[in-house]
């Protein structure tokens, strides 16, 4: 009986299937890639321009601003070789639900639009859980290194994957994508079945599709414009399809974005001057001098703020690092609060003089001619000759 069982416990286990193997990537499909094969920094230049974009609720209300930037830029990669590429900026501050929220994007992308570093960050600061997420992809080694980081609160989780190089032809990153728009609104045709590759909002490789809508007269500020609306959708595996639709101007000018199932949109409050395709450069825009006040734009108070907010960080983590630098300033206000000295500078000066490393010692007994705190005129003039140019 014993024996038996033993017999059916070993076929139970020889009959046990194998664990199943991971999905295949995903692969795009040749007209996207013959698409991205056409494209040439040549034609790019013509697409190098900055945007802004207002963000507003479903009633119309002002939430903030979206700024995008594309330029040629150079790029070094980890053996040194320096080569031409286009860099892509972007950056909005707004509110959700009354929360402060933002994001930010850095990319490098080549003349066909291949990945070659991005860095993306996107915040939502609850008063309870603030939330951040950032997102960094590289080419290192032949491969695509992809490094994602969540902090909710205290909480932080790092995820860290990679795909090879080869599997990821006609992939379109985040900076990829908005200057691929633009190129299609270019050229006024998004090509036919092409299917790219993206990152959904997991990390994961998927589909991204791309169909044109037709053309639409919209009001921009005083005037009626033309647009050329495309629709993107990113095919989730493992989730529903996320579509948005980009109203664009002839020249690639982004005039409306909205997210499908999204309350509220992005929009240009202004017409912008339109580039002709015989164009070199863009025609100046003769605007009209006035006083700054850097308070009242958005643009440079985000940037104020952002730069405030790293500043702090700074600071903080430098005062930890070091925590004897606080310790010394606590000591001195102790000191200086119990002895309530006239000369606040001489007394500084007393101080923190034994700390000074070119300092004389002192003499073991008090006496009543005490040394100045402060360096005397002759070593000064010494100073002075040591670092007077010959």
Same mark, same amino acid.
């Given at each position: ?51 802004? /974009?207002?963000? !507003? $609720?479903? %009633?119309? *209300? ?6 995008? =930037?594309?330029? &040629? ?32 994007? /850095?990319?490098? !992308? $080549?003349? %066909?639009? *291949? ?6 960050? =996107?915040?939502? &600061? ?265």
């Amino acid at each position: 009986m014993t024996s038996k069982s033993h017999s059916l416990v070993a076929k139970t286990k020889d009959q046990r299937s194998p664990s199943p193997e991971p999905p295949p990537l995903p692969e795009a499909n040749a007209e996207a890639i013959n698409f991205l094969g056409s494209l040439s920094l040549e034609e790019l230049q013509m697409l190098f321009f900055s945007e802004t /974009l207002a963000i !507003v $609720s479903d %009633t119309g *209300e002002p939430q903030g601003e979206l700024t995008i =930037e594309v330029e &040629k830029g150079k790029y070094k990669d980890q053996l040194g070789i320096m080569s031409h590429c286009v860099f892509v900026h972007a950056f909005s501050r707004g509110f959700l639900d009354k929360t402060v929220s933002g994001n930010s994007l /850095l990319g490098y !992308v $080549s003349g %066909t639009l *291949e990945v070659m570093e991005q860095h993306s960050q =996107e915040f939502i &600061k609850f008063l309870t859980l603030p939330m951040e997420r950032k997102t960094s992809l590289l080419k290192q080694d032949k491969q695509l290194v992809m490094k994602k980081t969540i902090r909710e609160g205290e909480d932080v989780k790092t995820v860290t994957s990679s795909f090879p190089w080869h599997t990821i032809r006609g992939f379109i990153s985040e900076a990829a994508n908005m200057v691929l728009l633009r190129v299609m609104a270019w050229r006024q045709m998004v090509p036919s079945n092409a299917r790219f590759l993206m990152l959904d909002s997991d990390g994961k490789l998927c589909y991204c599709t791309y169909e044109a809508l037709g053309s639409q007269t919209i009001q921009v500020g005083h005037q009626q414009a033309e647009v050329f609306i495309i629709e993107k959708t990113v095919h989730s595996a493992e989730d529903i399809p996320t579509a948005c639709q980009f109203y664009l101007l002839s020249d690639g000018h982004l005039a409306k974005r909205v997210q499908v199932g999204s309350p509220g949109c992005c929009i240009i409050s202004k017409m912008p001057i339109l580039r002709e395709k015989d164009e070199d450069e863009p025609q100046p825009q003769q605007i009209e001098k006035k006083a700054l006040v850097w308070e009242e734009d958005l643009e440079l108070f985000s940037r104020f703020q952002e730069r405030k907010e790293e500043l702090r960080l700074s600071h903080t983590r430098y005062l930890r690092q070091h925590p004897e630098a606080q310790a010394l300033v606590s000591d001195f206000l102790l000191f200086l609060l119990l002895r309530q000295p006239q000369d606040v500078v001489t007394f500084a000066a007393q101080h923190f003089g034994p700390f000074a490393t070119h300092r004389p010692p002192s003499p073991g007994l008090r006496s009543s001619h005490r040394p100045s705190p402060f360096r005397s005129l002759e070593e000064v003039a010494n100073l002075r000759g040591i670092f007077r140019p010959r």
